[in-house]
């Protein structure tokens, strides 16, 4: 029997770090997450402030920590503003980096704003955590995700991170066929 895989989705924003404003990404990002995973999973949620630092802290203690997460998504940071650091903090824990998942998310949000040409997303792995940021509006996350989800399961098993499955009514999983 597998093991559940283990996500983590990490919110970054000060306003909603302090309370004064409601996340809405990381309850955003869990919905999608619930809508199309048919395989056992076990969500958590976290919120910090903005900043390099503590968010490159978090994201270690995340993956490396005792049963540690096989995926993390990091929502918000990603923009122009001189408090969003969250690439740099994602690139400071970075082994590897796979620069197709942002320019594929860039692409298809282009289709709905212009201004998703400002977005810094990006995917990176550490051990066997894969690491994606995404935008933090709901709808923008959905079309994020919506966008390279079907590579990550995959990019998981190479990893060696636990198995996902998918909704194929939803996002079919790519997995080659074994010859």
Request: net charge negative.
């Amino acid at each position: 029997m597998t093991r559940p895989a283990r996500i983590a989705i990490l919110t970054v924003s000060d306003r909603a770090a302090s309370g004064e404003y409601e996340d809405k990404g990381g309850p955003g990002a869990e919905a999608w997450l619930r809508g199309v995973i048919t395989s056992d999973m076990a969500i958590d949620r976290h919120v910090v402030p903005d900043g390099r630092e503590i968010v490159a802290a978090k994201l270690r203690e995340l993956a490396d920590g005792e049963g540690g997460a096989d995926l993390i998504l990091v929502t918000g940071g990603t923009g122009p503003a001189p408090r969003d650091l969250t690439p740099e903090a994602v690139s400071e824990v970075a082994e590897r980096e796979y620069p197709g998942f942002g320019e594929e998310m860039r692409r298809a949000s282009l289709r709905e704003v212009p201004t998703a040409i400002l977005s810094r997303q990006t995917a990176v792995s550490r051990g066997r955590t894969l690491i994606i940021t995404i935008p933090g509006k709901p709808s923008a996350i959905a079309t994020c995700l919506d966008a390279v989800f079907a590579a990550v399961p995959y990019c998981l098993d190479l990893l060696g991170a636990a198995r996902i499955e998918t909704d194929p009514a939803r996002i079919e999983a790519f997995r080659p066929r074994a010859k």
